[in-house]
DNA sequence: GCTTGGACCTGATTGC
DNA sequence: TGCAATCAGGTCCAAG
């Protein structure tokens, strides 16, 4: 999509998680797409119009590209689904759908004079590869906190982009309890977690994402990292490191899976 | 100010 | 087989 116009957008209802942009079709008619990029689980058009798209896939959310070209991020589709929420009509003949089941994704359009100061990434704590993050940082960010630990690596103000999948697996690879209060992991715990963040982040794009039952690619492919989880959806099942029974627990509403033999 | 739990919505799975 | 209950990858907001 990066360099090309936006031919025709194609919105077939009012809303996703929230309304729409007004005269949504209309503002970006043409437009061309100067600068793709992401932010934390954010992904930003940054369109020749002056307004920023940003775009947030939720839990079900997904694009797909097809269309008159064949190649790694390309794939033919029969026509639209029930759930094919957004079409792109791209320059050059590529249609880009967004579907999204649960409509949990949104899509906003910002000014781009004025990005900086989007409410929902302006909170956003550093991203896990990047140079803000580091052990130092975590003992900082998690000292004097009171929620679990499992808790305050979901919040995408202390840490940007992990969701419940990651947060259990750096946990678990980390010897870290869910349970563990915040405050009590900074430290060698804190060393420990780190790294396990990175790794967990780093072979699970290379894997190509986790798909549990939506998740695919640009090109409609799944992704494998689900085949390495070492707890996550593996409740009853032994501890791959120390043979405990992985359990599952529910924390602020989600689940947690963790080892109690090796996770202290 | 921090933390938790409910809400948003649909589809797949499980249990009766 | 059919129905109801439960659960799911995220984020926001009200209430405690």
Request: hydrophobic content about 40%; charged content about 20%.
């Amino acid at each position: 999509m990066e360099g090309k116009r936006i031919l025709r957008l194609e919105q077939r209802r009012a809303d996703l998680r929230f309304p729409l942009p007004e005269r949504f079709a209309e503002r970006v008619a043409n437009a061309r797409i100067d600068r793709l990029a992401r932010q934390a689980k954010f992904l930003s058009a940054h369109l020749s119009t002056g307004e920023v798209l940003i775009m947030h896939l939720g839990m079900t959310g997904r694009f797909t590209i097809s269309g008159q070209r064949t190649g790694d991020f390309h794939h033919e589709t029969g026509g639209l689904t029930a759930h094919d929420h957004v079409i792109f009509h791209m320059e050059g003949g590529e249609t880009v759908t967004y579907n999204d089941p649960r409509r949990f994704g949104f899509m906003e359009l910002w000014p781009a004079a004025n990005f900086e100061a989007y409410p929902r990434l302006m909170t956003m704590g550093p991203e896990p590869l990047s140079n803000g993050f580091s052990a130092a940082y975590l003992d900082t960010a998690l000292s004097g906190k009171a929620a679990p630990i499992k808790a305050a690596l979901l919040d995408q103000s202390v840490i940007a982009g992990l969701g419940n999948i990651y947060v259990c697996e750096a946990l678990y690879r980390s010897g870290i309890s869910p349970k563990r209060l915040s405050r009590s992991v900074p430290g060698m715990r804190a060393s420990r977690l780190a790294p396990a963040i990175n790794a967990v982040i780093a072979e699970a794009i290379a894997a190509g994402g986790s798909s549990i039952s939506d998740f695919a690619g640009t090109d409609g492919n799944l992704g494998y990292f689900q085949h390495r989880f070492d707890v996550y959806d593996r409740e009853g099942e032994p501890c791959k490191r120390c043979g405990a029974v992985v359990k599952r627990i529910v924390q602020s509403g989600r689940s947690t899976f963790y080892c109690s033999g090796c996770q202290k």
